[in-house]
Structure formats: structure tokens, C-alpha cells
């Protein structure tokens, strides 16, 4: 059974800094497209980046202050978020998808696979 499970969500003052972490399991991590989005309540999910086995790309809205990175020893997916403002408020998730790698852009991933989502919350 595949599973992801986020952590490192919180609360954070503006300026701040949070590490998302997505610990995979029940599949071949390797073969697997991985990506990070965030959503808002009323609003649709956004998508943050993507990184396969070869490339990592992160969104224009959140470069330079984001940076998505794993361990594929571990198959663990990190999301590094610095400089946070109160924008940055959502739910944030992990997902995959069954490709091995991710294609030229976020916008062409379908992820099947979802996790459950940690909140971040940045105070002003």
C-alpha cells in the first residue's frame, strides 16, 4: 500500500524558515514522480515543484525562497521553505505519480497518490 506521510508543518513568524519532510513507502520510490502543492481553503491546489530522479524544478511564484530536495536512500521528500510570509498559510501535501520522471513542467504532473497534508501558518 503506498503511504506518504508529511511532517514539519507549524507555526511560523514572517521571515521564517520550515522544513516539510514526506516519508514514502509501499512502492518504488525510484519510479515515482514526487511533487509538493499547498492549498487554501476556497481555492484550488497549487503546485510547488517536482523533482524525479534527475531534475528538480520548484514554481516561479515561491523560486529563491523554496527548494525541494530527498533522499532517495530513504525515500523521503523534503520541501526547504525560507523566508515565509503570510501568503505562504496553507495546507501543504506531498504527492507522486507513477512516472519516472516528471516532464517539463508541474502543471503536467497527476499525482494518484496523496498525503494526508501538514499546515504551515505564517504570522505577520
Known amino acids: 500500500e503506498i503511504e506518504l506521510v508529511e511532517s514539519g508543518g507549524g507555526s511560523v513568524q514572517a521571515g521564517g524558515s520550515l522544513r516539510l519532510a514526506c516519508a514514502a513507502s509501499?512502492?518504488?520510490?525510484?519510479?515515482?514522480?514526487m511533487a509538493w502543492y499547498r492549498q487554501t481553503p476556497g481555492n484550488q491546489r497549487e503546485g510547488l515543484a517536482m523533482i524525479d530522479k534527475s531534475s528538480a524544478k520548484v514554481a516561479d511564484s515561491v523560486k529563491g525562497r523554496f527548494t525541494v530536495s530527498q533522499d532517495m536512500n530513504n525515500s523521503t521528500l523534503y520541501l526547504q521553505m525560507t523566508n515565509l510570509k503570510p501568503d505562504d498559510t496553507a495546507m501543504y501535501y506531498c504527492?507522486?505519480?507513477?512516472?519516472?520522471?516528471?516532464?517539463?513542467?508541474?502543471?503536467?504532473?497527476?499525482?494518484?497518490?496523496w498525503g494526508q497534508g501538514t499546515q504551515v501558518t505564517v504570522s505577520s
Open positions: 504527492a507522486a505519480e507513477r512516472r519516472p520522471y516528471c516532464g517539463a513542467t508541474i502543471a503536467s504532473i497527476m499525482p494518484w497518490n
Open positions: 509501499g512502492f518504488d520510490y525510484g519510479q515515482y514522480c
